[in-house]
């Protein structure tokens, strides 16, 4: 699978240069990617028959009538734990937890990858406008400069509608991670339960992922506006400086990835999620 080429519009303004090297990384990546997620749900959905013994035994100390051998506790209105309504209801959760969970791991590696093809385009921006300015006829360089501008604002409009397509899916996956690890950190601190850790660690680092990827756009865009260090602007006649200056003022306002109303994904992102989950964390081990 070519993960870059899913936007193969390249007859315009050309084709990054690092286009098919970071291509090939990502299609090994995803490999690996793949391998590990589903080694995590595969053993997270596997733990939960080694707790059987000892949740029988919490069964008969508290006079419990917990369904042992479970992915997730589930209750229904009749008794199904007996042949063959458990093991359909333990088929059905597997099923589940492999299409509700791997589906959000490759999600979040599609965004990581989409990501990285908006900064290698960006990338590629800057690339174009340096090679623009260093041009001796000024004729050709202000051809090739308006060319520069149209692909810049392309390039914006790319990361616009990411965000328009991806920002509610990101809004609903940040608002859910904080809480989530959360639980399973104080899960992890009291009882130490396999699938439960495995679960956490798989999610901090999807949630790494994109926030990696979000972070790369944002410094990408802003890398347009130091293309001023890169060529001799003051021989450059007076109105395409002024040009030039309007370009590196739009570069000032980064692309991001956004969340919805939780803002832009950086590193910082990864910040405000740990200290959600430190809280409740904090507030789980003073009340529970």
Known sequence: MNILFFCPDFQTFGKPNDLDARNRFLNKLSKIYIVYHSTIISFMVISSLFYIPQCKENNIVKNQKEVCGLPALTWLPFNFDVVPFKQIVYLYQVYSVLIVY?????????????????????????????????????????QKFIVAVKYHQAVIEMGNLVNRCFSPCMMVHISLTGPFIGVAAYTFLTKIPLDTTALMIGWMISTF????????????????????????????????????????????????????????????????????????????????
């Open 102 to 142: 791997q589906t959000a791991g490759l999600l979040s590696f599609f965004m990581f990858a989409t990501l990285e093809h908006l900064v290698l385009r960006f990338n590629h921006v800057g690339d174009m406008f340096v090679e623009t300015l260093s041009e001796k006829n000024p004729v050709i360089r202000r």
């Open 209 to 288: 992922t994109v926030c990696q990827g979000g972070q790369r756009l944002m410094e990408a865009s802003l890398n347009i506006g130091n293309i001023m260090y890169k060529v001799d602007w003051y021989n450059l006649e007076a109105d395409l400086q002024k040009d030039l200056l309007l370009v590196i003022i739009r570069s000032r306002k980064p692309v991001y990835l956004r969340a919805g109303p939780f803002g832009p994904i950086t590193y910082s992102t990864i910040s405000t999620i740990l200290k959600t989950s430190y809280s409740y964390v904090t507030l789980l081990l003073q009340t529970m």
